[in-house]
C-alpha cells in the first residue's frame, strides 16, 4: 500500500509569484486535505476535496486554490505569494469525504517566500 | 467554531517512565472524533490514537492511551514506557463537521536517556 507522497519537499518563491503544490493520495483514498503549518503551530485547515468537488474551506482567502483529478491526487494552487505564506504545507488524504474519517498525512512541502 | 487547547509548550520525561500530555477542546457539537498525532522532526503527521466520542471507553494503542472525559471537553494521552524515539511534537485535533480537522499548538515531548 503506497501511503500519501507529496512534491515538491522544498521550494523557494519571491513575493508575488505563483505556486503548485502536488499530492498523491494513499491508494484507495478519494478525499485530499490541504493544511498550512507555520513554524511553531498547528497546521491550519485550507480545503479538502472529495471526488474532484471541493466540500470543505478554512478561512483561507480564494488566491489559495485547488484541483483534484480523478485519479484522487490533488494539487494546491497559491497566487500572489505573500510573505505570511511560507510554511510547511501538509496534505492528508481519507476514504470518505468528512473530516471524521482517519486522515492520513504526506511528508510535506516546505514553502519560503522571499 | 471549535478550538483545541494544549496549555503545555514543552515537556521533558526520562526513557522509561510515563508522560501525560493534555488536551482541552470547546465545541457546540455532540458527535465528533478526537485524534492525537505525532511530528518528529522528519516532519510527516503520524496517527498515534484516535477516539469517538460516542464511545465511553478509552481508546487504547500498545503504549499510548487517552483519558477522555466528555463533559469536561478534556482528552489526554497517557504514554507509558516511553522510549527515545517517543521524542516527537504532539498534537491534539478535533474532528466535526465539515471544517478539517482544527489542532491544537503541540506539545514539543522530549524523552531523556
Known amino acids: 500500500e503506497t501511503g500519501v507522497t507529496q512534491s515538491p519537499t522544498h521550494l523557494i518563491k519571491t513575493r508575488g509569484q505563483q505556486v503548485t503544490l502536488r499530492c498523491s493520495s494513499q491508494s484507495g483514498h478519494n478525499t485530499v486535505s490541504w493544511y498550512q503549518q507555520a513554524l511553531g503551530q498547528g497546521p491550519q485547515f485550507i480545503f479538502q476535496?472529495?471526488?474532484?468537488?471541493?466540500?470543505g474551506r478554512g478561512n483561507f482567502p480564494p488566491r489559495f486554490s485547488g484541483l483534484q483529478f480523478p485519479n484522487y491526487s490533488s494539487e494546491l494552487n497559491v497566487n500572489a505569494l505573500e510573505l505570511d505564506d511560507s510554511a510547511l504545507y501538509l496534505c492528508a488524504s481519507s476514504n470518505t469525504g468528512t473530516t471524521q474519517e482517519t486522515q492520513y498525512f504526506g511528508p510535506g512541502t516546505r514553502l519560503l517566500v522571499l | 467554531a471549535q478550538t483545541v487547547t494544549q496549555s503545555q509548550p514543552e515537556m521533558s520525561v526520562q526513557e522509561a517512565e510515563t508522560v501525560t500530555l493534555s488536551c482541552t477542546y470547546d465545541t457546540s457539537e455532540n458527535n465528533y472524533y478526537l485524534f492525537w498525532y505525532k511530528q518528529p522532526p522528519s516532519r510527516q503527521m503520524i496517527l498515534v490514537i484516535r477516539?469517538?466520542?460516542?464511545?465511553?471507553q478509552n481508546a487504547t494503542e500498545n503504549r499510548f492511551s487517552v483519558n477522555f472525559q466528555k463533559a469536561a471537553k478534556s482528552f489526554s494521552l497517557k504514554i507509558s514506557d516511553s522510549q527515545l524515539g517517543d521524542t516527537a511534537m504532539y498534537f491534539c485535533?478535533?474532528?466535526?463537521?465539515?471544517?478539517?480537522?482544527?489542532f491544537g499548538k503541540g506539545t514539543h515531548l522530549i524523552i531523556q536517556p
Open positions: 485535533a478535533f474532528a466535526g463537521g465539515a471544517d478539517g480537522l482544527t
Open positions: 477516539q469517538e466520542a460516542y464511545k465511553q
Open positions: 476535496y472529495y471526488r474532484e468537488e471541493e466540500n
